[in-house]
């Protein structure tokens, strides 16, 4: 089979989360024969910017690429809003997002740019507005069987339609936030301890980054959980990471836990708090 890069490109990534008991946020997002970068996007209104959507298979695929809403819930998980149940400014986000194309056939291996840009009107109030732009597979009519063709039955296939969502994020005028964590405990989850974190968000703006649990004397990070989101409808964001029985004994006793920007937005600390965990 010949080499294709951006397959390998979303097998390293894969192999790297499987191989580290950290949680990977990898800069590509990749589902099925679909890879898709960057995994979010923020636009000030001045300039547009694109999406490179790759097919890592060995097929022609078609891809659909449209636009959703979505709501954080304060465990992290986003669930779909429909267009009727869309507040102002989930309709205001609808309304100004631009890009093309809205359907793409790709040859195996081949990538294609997905342009987008925003249009916010003179009389919109600052804030901070989100659309969620799906990529899904479309895909191809099955012929039916001799056998198929010859029965007075009738069935029926389901066929999966893969995916990936992306969060667009357009940030108009003056909009900020602030971020505190709340006291870390270790909990009994399902499938063993977890660690808990509560992350508060207040202001305008959606807070993006880095989870860091670090302890003296130690020089690798004891906890990293990247691309950690909260958004602007959450006043805080309630977090757990599961442990090994290894990782909880080893977390206990004083530690320090850092909110901050991912390393490729600088590195930036959002908030902080020395504590101790019993």
Known sequence: MPFNPMRALARGAA??????????????????D???APTRVILDGRRGTEVILSNIGDEEATYRIGLELRRMLENGRLVPVEET??????????????YAPRRIVLPPGQPQAVRLAARPGADLPDGEYRVHMSFRAIPKPRALTAEERASDQVSIQLIPIY???IPIIVRHGRVEAQAAIAQPRIVAGEDGPELAVTIQRSGDSSTYGELRVTKAGVEDPLV?????????????????IALTPEQAAAIKGDVRVEYRDMPEAGGGLITALDTRID
Do not use: F, H
């Not at 008991?21 to 590509?28: E, L, R, T």
């Not at 149940?85 to 631009?98: C, S, V, Y």
């Not at 990293?224 to 757990?240: N, T, W």
């Open 15 to 32: 192999v790297l989360a499987a191989a580290s008991s950290i949680a990977i946020a990898p800069p590509v997002s990749a589902q099925g």
């Open 34 to 36: 679909l890879l898709v």
């Open 85 to 98: 149940d869309a507040n102002d400014k989930e309709k205001a986000a609808l309304g100004m997002i631009r």
């Open 163 to 165: 995916g990936v969502t």
């Open 224 to 240: 990293l959980l990247r691309g950690v989101a909260i958004y602007p409808e959450i006043g805080k964001r309630d977090i757990r």
